[in-house]
């Protein structure tokens, strides 16, 4: 017998300490997504769901959480079967999920958005009634967060809590995070982890979505791996390592180590004189930085989120104002120029927030393969786009970044992270630019995908492009960059060549604690 629960009861069944997801398939547009997949998790445990960028990671936990319904299989909790057809009745079951990309409305406080998502919210002085579980809940799991700030005000650590406190209010047994580390600072991360295991201790299950090898290592008791939407292996990560995790998830051993061979730099590209901005709430993010870049360098900024990195490149590429300073390419003044002009010269941007500065969600692929330059001539005459010429850059794009999709006439919305993240790379570098601003641009990438992507940005500076990265993985900065700025509270404690030996202390630089008189000079 399957037994549907209505979206209006509330959840009086017991714990859950067992759910299967048995033989699910699903396939959209007749491509498959999930094919036959079994998933056991049990109570108190940690399971990892690993795979490429559109292995079938999140479209599974989408069935589990209601978003989709499976076109075969079946889902039992407490070896009961089970429909759920929306989230609704996935939280009353018990079950809850923090998606990659928060559902919060960012103008309202804390307190009130985990009032929005509450199933028990009062009708009337919502936030007084509830404010007590909220408190009880952030002192249970040690959440280190205020209520009353609105969600723009707050780090993506502190939104991730959020979104775990409104599914442990909602009584989630089962707690569904997706890629919850991808936005995440190394403290933020070591926080998660102690929360994960506390919940854990406490009889809850997670399954965790990454693509992150170290860390489903680190935190997980079981692995799954999936592969063109089938499972491909797993077991028990005490008796796994990275090397064969990452050979079951894209089929060929992956390089960790990349070799970046030394190459003289070239002329000057960027020059960036005592550049300062605003922040978003009227503080200054970015105080009197200065520094060159030329070609064939990359040229890295590593730092904790939130110190400036995301202003600064803002400001170079247009999309934020410079308060003052000189921003120049090739000697020529942009400080202030839209960002078309500043691409026209030769700039182009991966940006942090690819949803929301890299793409247009609602248009298809080869609508935003194209962002930026439908009006250069090869794409476009009088007025009218060439959409024979679009469409096959669109597909030179697709299959050199091997992104997965079933068609350039896909909307991007239904493209997973990292492959969004792909299109926006395949874009940006289809023009040879001078220089590449690129911020995180492994973000959300699978370790094949990683791979390729590190090294296609030491072909571009290999190939005379020059590469500004922003990027918080110092493994990242250190295996790419030339020469590598430290940034604290809006300015340098540091530009220093890579192999410096004064790097070692490159902890105390992020943290504030120690500074080195920066010489640009030098780099002239």
């Known amino acids: 017998m399957i037994y549907t629960i209505p979206a209006f009861q509330k959840n009086t069944m017991k714990k ?21 997949i079994n998933l056991l998790i049990e109570s108190g445990e940690i399971l990892g769901l690993l795979g490429e960028n559109g292995a079938g990671k999140t479209t599974l936990m989408n069935i589990l959480y209601g978003l989709y319904q499976p076109d075969a299989g079946s889902i039992k909790i407490n070896d009961k079967i089970v429909r759920i057809n929306n989230p609704v009745e996935s939280i009353h079951q018990g079950i809850g999920m923090v998606h990659q990309h928060f559902m ?12 929005l998502g509450y199933k028990d919210t009062p009708f009337l002085f919502p936030k ?20 009353s700030k609105k969600i723009w005000q707050l780090s993506a650590g502190e939104q991730q809590r959020v979104e775990i406190i409104k599914a442990l209010l909602n009584g989630a047994d089962i707690l569904i995070l997706d890629e919850p580390t991808s936005v995440l600072t190394p403290q933020e991360i070591k926080e998660l982890i102690s929360i994960l295991r506390e919940m854990k201790a406490q009889g809850h299950m997670i399954i965790f979505i990454s693509h992150k090898l170290n860390e489903i290592i680190e935190i997980c008791d079981r692995v799954l791996v999936l592969q063109k939407g089938k499972i491909v292996g ?15 998830m894209v089929g060929r051993d992956v390089v960790f180590n990349i070799d970046k061979k030394t190459i003289k730099k070239g002329e000057k590209v960027l020059c960036v004189e005592n550049i300062n901005v605003m922040g978003d709430k009227g503080l200054p993010c970015v105080k009197n930085i200065s520094f060159k870049l030329f070609k064939n360098e990359i040229f890295g900024i590593a730092g904790v989120s939130g110190n400036g990195q995301r202003e600064l490149a803002e400001a170079i590429t ?5 308060e003052s300073g000189k921003v120049l390419i090739n000697g020529n003044d942009i400080t202030n120029k839209s960002p078309r002009m500043i691409y026209d010269n030769g700039v182009s941007h991966v940006p942090e927030e690819r949803i929301r500065f890299g793409i247009a969600p609602g248009l298809f692929l080869y609508d935003n393969a194209v962002l930026k330059q439908h009006h250069l001539k090869k794409f476009s005459r009088n007025y009218f786009l060439k959409y024979s010429r679009i469409k096959n850059h669109t597909t030179h794009i697709i299959n050199e970044f091997k992104i997965s ?25 289809s023009e040879t630019p001078q220089l590449l601003i690129a911020s995180h641009p492994t973000y959300g990438l699978d370790v094949g995908a990683t791979e390729f992507l590190r090294n ?22 250190f295996e790419l960059c030339d020469r590598i700025a430290v940034i604290f509270d ?3 404690m540091a530009v220093l060549d890579s192999d410096d030996e004064q790097l070692c202390d490159i902890g105390l630089m992020m943290a504030g604690s120690k500074k080195i008189q920066v010489n640009e000079k030098k780099y002239d």
């Open 16 to 36: 859950i300490q067992r759910l299967e997801m048995k033989d699910i398939s699903k396939s959209f547009h007749g491509i498959p997504a999930n094919q036959d």
């Open 104 to 115: 919060l409305v960012q103008n309202h406080s804390v307190i009130e958005n985990i009032a």
């Open 128 to 147: 007084a009634k509830i404010k007590k579980k909220v408190e009880d809940f952030s002192k249970r799991f040690d959440f280190k967060i205020d209520i």
């Open 234 to 248: 797993g077991g028990d990560t005490k008796d796994t390592d990275k090397k064969s995790l990452a050979r079951m």
């Open 318 to 322: 247009g999309i934020r104002p410079t």
């Open 405 to 429: 999709t079933h068609s350039i006439n896909n909307q991007t919305r239904n493209l997973s992270g990292g492959n969004i993240q792909k299109l926006i790379l395949g874009r940006e570098v």
């Open 456 to 477: 296609y940005l030491l072909e571009l500076r290999k190939e005379g492009s020059c590469v500004l990265l922003f990027s918080e993985d110092i493994e990242e900065i």
């Open 490 to 492: 809006g300015q340098f």
